[in-house]
T-cell receptor, first 114, second 109 residues
Framework: IAGITQAPTSQILAAGRRMTLRCTQD?????MYWYRQDLGLGLRLIHY???????GKGEVPDGYSVSRANTDDFPLTLASAVPSQTSVYFC?????????????FGPGTRLTVL | GQNIDQPTEMTATEGAIVQINCTYQ??????LFWYQQHAGEAPTFLSY??LDGLEEKGRFSSFLSRSKGYSYLLLKELQMKDSASYLC??????????WGAGTKLIIKP
């Protein structure tokens, strides 16, 4: 693979269920991010990781958790999904050593919580 | 607080020039990014400005004024494929990106 991939592409989920969105990059980027994109609101940062083994909270972290066991993978887990988590989720990565740099985005996961 | 403002929607004619404005307010400032996003797709990088002035890249140019908290993206010789949303994002003191809601650009023949 080249770049950044996400799975699944789309998912319909019953409220209360647990769900993990997967993200993998092969660019050896140290920083990774999870965003949600809702109409009229733009991209909002959920969680980020500046390097393997560390994570941080973004603007809208409630109801989500992440882990970064290695450089390549950055899964996002919804412990108990609620309808307000219906959104398009984008994973991104960047080689951000020493400052901001271009973020590369995965194709997105369209999640519907009923 | 941190805020990015850009117009919600703009319309332009094929072959013309369009300027998309963005104003920003962030805690610290580490550069201004522009991304393009076609409907149903992921954002893709267009430009990055950290110093005042104009950066030109083919048909696209981006301008930054740090003292005014202002940037614009200039698209020349518009083509139908330029119909997309254009996202402005500013890097803050934590090197995170603060994103605008995007400007939907509609190109008419």
């Amino acid at each position: 693979i080249a770049g950044i991939t996400q799975a699944p592409t789309s998912q319909i989920l019953a409220a209360g269920r647990r769900m993990t969105l997967r993200c993998t990059q092969d660019m050896r980027h140290n920083a990774m991010y999870w965003y949600r994109q809702d109409l009229g609101l733009g991209l909002r940062l959920i969680h980020y990781s500046n390097t393997a083994g560390t994570t941080g909270k973004g603007e809208v972290p409630d109801g989500y958790s992440v882990s970064r066991a290695n450089t390549d993978d950055f899964p996002l887990t919804l412990a108990s999904a609620v309808p307000s988590q219906t959104s398009v989720y984008f994973c991104a990565s960047s080689d951000s050593a020493g400052g901001p740099s271009e973020q590369f985005f995965g194709p997105g996961t369209r999640l519907t919580v009923l | 607080g941190q805020n990015i403002d850009q117009p919600t929607e703009m319309t332009a004619t094929e072959g013309a020039i369009v300027q998309i404005n963005c104003t920003y307010q962030t805690s610290g400032f580490n550069g201004l990014f522009w991304y393009q996003q076609h409907a149903g797709e992921a954002p893709t990088f267009l430009s990055y400005n950290v110093l005042d002035g104009l950066e030109e890249k083919g048909r696209f140019s981006s301008f930054l004024s740090r003292s005014k908290g202002y940037s614009y993206l200039l698209l020349k010789e518009l083509q139908m494929k330029d119909s997309a949303s254009y996202l402005c994002a500013a890097g803050d003191s934590n090197y995170q990106l603060i994103w605008g809601a995007g400007t939907k650009l509609i190109i008419k023949p």
